[in-house]
């Protein structure tokens, strides 16, 4: 190395980094992996998870169109469906199977040496993964939330419009919307992150369940340290545990939304950048994995 | 900055197990081929080579990069694996096209490379089909049109014959040969070792994860002491050739063609027996007419120095 580059500062390394082709480089890795993502077969599990609920919703609006519906029990059972069913197990699992695959089954697969034969640095290709997985299970139990939200209160006429549009509708469906995204963003990166440490992410997935679901039974202090308390924090109508949950359950002071955000997407960034750092050493070994 | 690809005192363990030991080489720009059995050590190097794997000690350059940083290296370098695995859903063109999308280029840069790399290893036709049905051979040439359509400057082919029938072997030959003329640095592990031989400038004889030799083959074979040079001549009095070559000391056998029209000597010392030729020739004694080697190709030393069996001679 020349001395006149080792005397470049860092700023004047990063303002003569190519920026331009390192984004297109990331939008490119994100198209191939968007195609694979939802185009495939593999992607069914995810659809089923994302939209059964959606469809049994349909069902109990088709149903309740003839009787009387009450909007107050429906918001709840929707904030139950979200936070019960979406949050710790459809998004959960179906981040699982996206972003552990997004690396680990390139290696199942053999085909993860064409990226690193290409002159993209690694990091780069982690980003693009990641804006695929996350891209894909958005839109996934994005649309599924909606539809979920949509079919609760269409069947309900003027009332449900009143609510939705006049009422606190609106705003909880965008809380909704938001929780979602950024539990894809945290599970996601999580996942990511440890289908590169362990040939096998599954199994540490496995435990990562366990410390979420028993989330709320723990000391204060330690349900921060997991994305379900900060989600929880977000969303717009509160679940309260009933029955022996209520018994065990340890109430934690509640962080504000900004904090719980910004936490989320630090977090986010967090496993990211380790993730990245853990691609550098990351070996071509088939037959071993 | 050095066109070399340099080992300097390289090795490469996975965990317990040795994938090539104290490996110092400076490949030359040319067409070099890396020979050995299977487990010898050949795709550990060239995963090396092109920063697949990292080696456990020593250190790497390919032309000047490391290959800690592909950023730069894949842009000059192109691999075949031996890997017969594909991204999933993948037709051949998507293959070649995307490969060459992450590199930055705009889509009309890209179509026109990926169609002049499909067309030079003759899959035109098959490029809208999946990858899955196509035939092994296919499958071979549409790696190699991936590996080659960035017009990369070295180019690593780990064992880029298998699955050809003999026609598309004889074409991907002349396709490397042609590169090798274009002035690309190409290196190739096979196991056919005559078709290495024809192509070859230089070879890296490999066993047990260890160099055991490397260089020209003339070079080499003259480096191979244990075994005696073999040389056919062909004279108009064999007999009379063989009366003048058993005098010399260096020479340990004279075998009469049977056809009579020549005589293959074995010899130590090969300058020697040219020296006497020569002689013999400006003497006026016989007519030579021809004078070739005949064990200095590559299958002749890779059975002297590895043997049949694959272990170290």
């Known amino acids: 190395m020349s001395s006149s580059t080792q005397a470049t500062s860092p700023r004047d390394r990063l303002a003569a980094a190519p920026w331009q082709l390192w984004l297109t480089q990331t939008l490119n890795v994100a198209r191939i992996e968007l195609r694979k993502n939802i185009l495939t077969r593999r992607g069914f599990g995810s659809y089923l998870l994302a939209f059964l609920p959606a469809l049994a919703v349909f069902m109990h609006g088709y149903v309740s169109q003839h009787g009387v519906c009450n909007l107050d029990e429906d918001t709840k059972v929707l904030a139950g469906i979200f936070q019960l069913y979406y949050l710790r197990l459809a998004v959960f699992f179906g981040c699982m199977g996206i972003f552990t695959w997004l690396f680990r089954g390139e290696v199942v697969e053999k085909s993860l040496h064409y990226y690193f034969l290409s002159p993209v640095r690694r990091e780069l290709l982690v980003i693009g993964k990641f804006i695929a997985g996350a891209a894909t299970s958005i839109l996934i139990f994005g649309t599924g939330v909606f539809l979920c939200f949509f079919f609760m209160y269409s069947h309900m006429g003027a009332r449900g419009s009143e609510f939705v549009f006049r009422g606190p509708g609106l705003g909880q469906l965008w809380s909704y919307m938001l929780v979602t995204v950024l539990a894809c963003l945290g599970y996601g990166a999580v996942f990511l992150a440890l289908s590169l440490i362990f040939k096998n992410p599954v199994l540490p997935g496995i435990f990562f369940l366990g410390w979420e679901g028993i989330n709320a039974v723990l000391p204060s202090l330690l349900q921060k340290i997991s994305i379900t308390f900060y989600l929880k924090n977000l969303t717009p109508v509160a679940v309260a545990p009933d029955g022996l949950m209520a018994l065990f359950t340890v109430v934690a002071e509640p962080v504000r939304p900004w904090v719980a955000v910004i936490g989320l997407l630090l977090l986010a960034a967090a496993v990211l950048v380790f993730a990245c750092f853990r691609i550098r050493y990351f070996e071509i070994s088939y037959s071993t994995d | 900055m050095s066109e070399h690809i340099i080992f300097e005192n390289v090795s490469k363990f996975y965990g317990e197990v040795l994938g090539v030991n104290r490996v110092n080489l400076s490949l030359a720009p040319g067409i070099t081929s890396l020979v050995g059995p299977n487990g010898s050590g050949k795709t550990t190097l060239m995963n090396l080579v092109t920063g697949l794997i990292f080696p456990t000690h020593g250190r790497i350059q390919v032309a000047g990069v490391s290959p800690n940083d592909p950023e730069q290296m894949f842009r000059r370098v192109g691999y075949c694996t031996q890997f017969d695995s594909f991204p999933r859903g993948a037709t051949g063109w998507d293959f070649v ?81 042609a590169l090798g003329k274009e002035g690309l640095h190409v290196i190739i592990s096979s196991h056919i070792l005559e078709e290495v031989d024809r192509i070859s400038d230089s070879v890296v004889l490999m066993s047990s994860g260890y160099v055991v030799a490397e260089g020209q083959i003339r070079d080499v074979r003259r480096e191979v002491k244990d075994h005696p040079m073999q040389i056919l001549v062909r004279c108009s009095n064999p007999g009379l050739l063989a009366s003048h070559v058993f005098a010399q000391n260096h020479v340990v056998e004279g075998k009469v063609n049977p056809d009579g029209k020549g005589i293959l000597v074995r010899t130590r010392d090969a300058d020697e027996f040219y020296l006497l030729l020569n002689k013999i020739a400006s003497d006026g004694l016989l007519n030579i007419d021809a004078v070739a080697p005949a064990d200095d190709d590559v299958n002749s030393i890779y059975q002297y120095l590895i043997g049949s069996d694959g272990g170290t001679a």
Not at chain 2, 112 to 118: D, G
Not at chain 2, 130 to 158: E, N
Request: glycine share 4%.
């Open chain 2, 97 to 177: 096209y995307n490969s060459l999308r992450l590199h930055g280029l705009t889509h009309a840069q890209a179509k026109s490379l990926a169609e002049e790399a499909i067309a030079r290893v003759n899959l035109t036709e098959a490029a809208p089909r999946k990858v899955a049905g196509y035939s092994k051979g296919m499958r071979q040439r549409i790696r190699l049109a991936q590996a080659i359509a960035h017009h990369p400057t070295i180019l690593v082919l780990d064992e880029p014959l298998n699955g050809l029938d003999p026609l598309a072997r004889a074409e991907t030959i002349a396709l490397f040969q």
